[in-house]
């Protein structure tokens, strides 16, 4: 419990804490002020220190057995420019992947085989994300999704009969993939699939095998991904073909 000071000791008893309150404040006050003080002692050389900085150097490496060069300050890097033949691949790639996407359509309707029900959802899921990823490359510079004329998809854009793509089905294979069932239905999809995958390796290796083509990098890193995915899709497809004489036999 605590005690409160006499009647007569209390006005001194107030004046005293308030004076000691006072004292604390002004102590507390200095200390601060010190410390601001100081702070800025610090921080303003620092503040020049940075402004006088120089400025960073920019090196270009040289070829091999040349010396690099010092570049100015305000040297900004570009993006290499795109070729006329990425251009080409995109759309024709996007033809190519919209065919192995229709075979893939087949499947449901035409065999029960479950293996291969999981193979062609594979490759339609991963096929349709590319052609969006394709589109999306060409629309965002400016050029046409398509290498057919508008209006004409059985002619491209110099007036010309539309030639297939490398590996693509053509007229009579997909009409044959339509009318076959069950085990010849299976056979003709993954000898055709094996076809139209080796065709885009095809591509792939006409793209980087053209003087000054594939150098953007989302153009590079996509055409590297595909090849790998289709070589490793052509190995999983070729098991299943060597697979399918011995499954028939019991």
């Known amino acids: 419990m605590s005690s409160c000071p006499p009647n007569g000791k209390r006005s001194l008893f107030h004046r005293n804490r308030k ?7 002004a102590v507390l006050s200095g200390l601060l002020l010190a410390a601001t003080t ?5 921080a303003s050389p620092a503040r020049a ?15 091999p057995g040349k010396p690099s060069k010092t570049l100015p300050p305000s040297t900004k890097g570009t993006l290499p420019p795109r070729s006329q033949a990425d251009v080409e691949f995109m759309q ?3 033809m190519h992947h919209q065919q192995a996407v229709e075979m893939t359509a087949l ?13 062609g959802a594979r490759i339609s899921s ?8 394709m589109q999306h490359w060409l629309a965002a510079r400016g050029e046409p999704i398509s290498m057919s004329m508008p209006g004409m998809p059985d002619m491209d854009r110099s007036g010309r009969p539309m030639a297939l793509m490398p590996g ?19 056979h003709l999809f993954l000898t055709g699939m094996i076809q139209h995958h080796n065709g885009a390796l095809i591509m792939v290796e006409d ?30 497809m070729q098991s299943m073909l060597e697979q399918k004489p011995s499954e028939e036999k019991r």
């Open 92 to 94: 024709g790639m996007i």
């Open 107 to 119: 499947i449901p309707s035409h065999t029960g085989n479950k293996d291969l029900q999981s193979l």
């Open 38 to 42: 100081t702070t800025n002692s610090f």
């Open 19 to 25: 004076l000691h309150s006072t004292k604390g404040f």
């Open 207 to 236: 793209l980087f095998d053209t003087a000054g083509a594939g150098q953007d990098a989302d153009l590079f890193n996509f055409a590297t991904d595909a090849d790998n995915t289709q070589r490793a899709e052509i190995k999983i």
């Open 49 to 63: 220190q940075q402004k006088d900085s120089p400025a960073p150097v920019v090196v270009q490496p040289g070829a």
């Open 168 to 186: 693509m089905l053509s007229p009579e294979q997909m009409e044959a993939l339509r009318k076959a069932k069950g085990a010849e239905f299976d």
């Open 126 to 133: 991963s096929q349709s994300s590319e052609i969006k990823f």
